[in-house]
């Protein structure tokens, strides 16, 4: 297992040093960027939270301007003249004032859609062109001048008297007409019960007048020197919030401003989607109901664009309606200053971590490498080499004092080398001496092993094939026993199979015959029933016959009680002349009529016989059949009987066979058992003559040794 013991100080210190380095940029770097971030993001957030309350104040005085314009518009005299003027002159009109002044300033207006409102006056000669043609002119400008998308005027019944641009809506009632219940009606109904000099506020909604387009409402009262009401006035809002949040300094190129109502719809369009979103785009996001709550939360959301973005928001208020202004930015693009800076940081501590690097391999190298100078020189020490320099000894650190150190070492080396050279040599002389000993000893004993071991080796060899002999011969025996007396069992058995085949071959061939005398018994009951179907069919031929001979006599006798009718008639026609042939023809026909009964009753039984006799011919054809297919079922059998008399005769001469060999194998295993006991015989003689050899070997080896054992201590 790898440790820092392991690692070698050549590679231990610069390791070291670097690693120090690395952590001490790591953690300066690392702690200078979470502070930097948190700081950023301090700022940011403290940037953004100033930008909103700016945005909030923007709108709100623009809000407080529109009221303060359309209380100082309502409450002026021109306001107060305008719908007096405009009323008498709506009442002038005529009968049904909706259709001509939409006939005059609307499909009779020269000017394009969208600017209806160039026209100053009719040329229909009316007092509604001259009220129209005095106060056209400045609620224009006030509308041009201050951004609005329409002024209106209505009297006291909800008459929309004047309106800046003509829209669908002029000219209706908006308390009884078609856009009663759109918000410029409900923004009438307000102002209309007011008192005073308060301001009713419709939030945006689709305005069906104006094509669909988002509108909202401000309305209030327009009154008389006494303070009675006398019409209301109305501005149609335009998105305020586009025209304040379209500056969107500090949210980089991605960021905009967005204002949402309590459920997250947006009330201003956005430029980074492709479609519109005002009224029908939702946010849904914490950051919304926070805001509206009074807390400052930013939030990550990806609703409307699909990217991630850092949401902030602010509340607003307007007329009791709850907003939230949003500020919404890249999350990358907040996060961009940041991945710069810690680019920088990462860029300056490799730099710094470099240098250390390098300063820290150059510091350890000017201690590392005397120090292996002098362990490759101690290694050299080590392996015997006295001769090395020990080139470090003039040093005045540690590693002079340690190389001075490794000199008596040296020194202590060439004198312990000097005296084993000596002692070498004196050893070598007694091992001379004893080694010519023991050259003689060892040629001796190891022939007389070599010897010993190729009588062990052959005595061994030959006992253990006797005893393999003598196991084969005991085995054999027992073989050649079992083998004799399931020879005499099997001759035996076979006697009995050729005894049970010689019966079932008399039964089967008496079987052939019972099923040959069936045969023929099938043949002729199928003869018979052959003969007896034609004669039956001859038989109902003859009732068919018989049939047709009763229908001739029916013809017959009603042709006669047809004449016995036409006499009765003749008869009645000649009166008393023909009293007596009406009698006869009476007669006749109660023949007639008689004979008719008799052949029908002789046909109904004639049928009865010829059903009786098809059902017979059916039941007769039916039996011959069947005699056919046992005919055919016997001739089948007597074939499989045949077959099987030949197979059991031919067991029969195998079994016979197989009995004769039963009785040889019986008597020839009677010879092998004699053989197998006399080479068990001898294999046992062959054993104990291999035992009593190897003993002597023994014995034999046992001797030697010791008489070697007393050469050696001699």
Known sequence: MFTMSSLRISRKLPVLVVLSAFLCVLGVGFASFITARDNIHTMHEEEIQALLKSRKVEIAKSLELIDKDLRIVAASPLAREAIQSFGAAWKAVGTNPQAA????????????????????????????????????????????????????????????VYSVFKEQDFATNLNEGRWRDTDLG????????????????????????????????????????????????????????????????????????????????????????????????????PVITAALAGRWEPAITSDYRDTELTTYAVPLEYHGNKWAIIAAQATAEIGAPLVAMRNRMMLIGLV????????????????????????????????????????????????????????????????????????????????????TVEYLIKSFDSDVK??????GSNTTEMEGTAKVLTGIASDTSQRATSAAAASEQASVNVQTVAAAAEELAASIEEIGRQVEQTKQVVSEGTLSATETNVKVSALSDSSQKIGDVIRLIQDIAEQTNLLALNATIEAAR?????????????????????????????????????????????????????????????????????????????????????????????????????????????????????????SQAVNLNGLVARFLEEVRAA
């Open 101 to 160: 002044l939409v006939k005059a300033y609307i499909t009779g207006n020269p000017h394009d859609v969208g600017k209806k409102d160039n026209l100053d006056a009719a040329d229909t000669g009316s007092q509604y062109d001259m009220v129209h043609a005095k106060f056209h002119p400045w609620f224009r400008k006030l509308l041009r001048e201050h951004g609005y998308y329409d002024v209106f005027l209505f009297n006291k019944e909800g008459d929309l």
């Open 352 to 435: 710094l971590l470099a240098i250390s690097g390098i300063g820290g391999v150059l510091a350890s190298r000017s201690i590392t490498r005397p120090i292996s100078a002098l362990v490759a020189e101690m290694t050299d020490l080590a392996d015997g080499n006295t001769d090395v320099a020990l080139l470090s000894t003039s040093r005045g650190d540690e590693i002079g004092d340690m190389t001075k150190a490794v000199a008596v070492f040296r020194d202590n080396a060439i004198e312990r080398q000097r005296l084993a050279d000596a002692a070498a040599a004196e050893q070598k002389a007694r091992e001379q001496r004893q080694m």
């Open 574 to 694: 000649a009166g008393e002349m023909g009293k007596g042939f009406a009698v006869v023809a009476a007669e006749v026909k109660e023949l007639a009529n008689q004979t008719s009964r008799a052949t029908e009753e002789i046909s109904s039984q004639i049928s009865s016989v010829q059903g009786s006799t098809k059902e017979a011919a059916d039941a007769i054809d039916q039996i011959a059949q069947t005699m056919n297919r046992i005919n055919d079922y016997t001739s089948s059998i007597a074939t499989a009987v045949e077959q099987q008399g030949a197979a059991t005769t031919e067991i029969s001469v195998n079994v016979q066979q197989a009995a004769q060999g039963t009785s040889e194998v019986a008597f020839n295993m009677s010879g092998v058992t004699a053989s197998i006991t006399e080479t068990n015989q001898s294999a046992n003689q062959v054993l104990s003559a291999s035992q009593a050899v190897s």
């Open 186 to 285: 409900n923004a009438f109904r307000a102002a209309a019960q007011m008192t005073n000099e308060e301001v009713a506020f419709f939030d945006f909604r689709p305005y069906g007048p104006s094509n669909d387009a988002p509108a909202s409402f401000v309305s209030t009262r327009i009154a008389d020197e006494t303070g009675e009401t006398i019409g209301v006035l109305a501005f149609q809002l335009p998105n305020i919030a586009d025209k304040v949040l379209t500056n969107r300094a500090g949210l980089g190129k991605t960021g905009e401003y967005l204002i949402v109502r309590s459920d997250g719809t947006m009330l201003n369009e956005s430029d980074k989607t492709p479609g519109e979103d005002m009224l029908k785009t939702k946010i849904d996001s």
């Open 450 to 455: 070599q010897a010993l071991e190729t009588v």
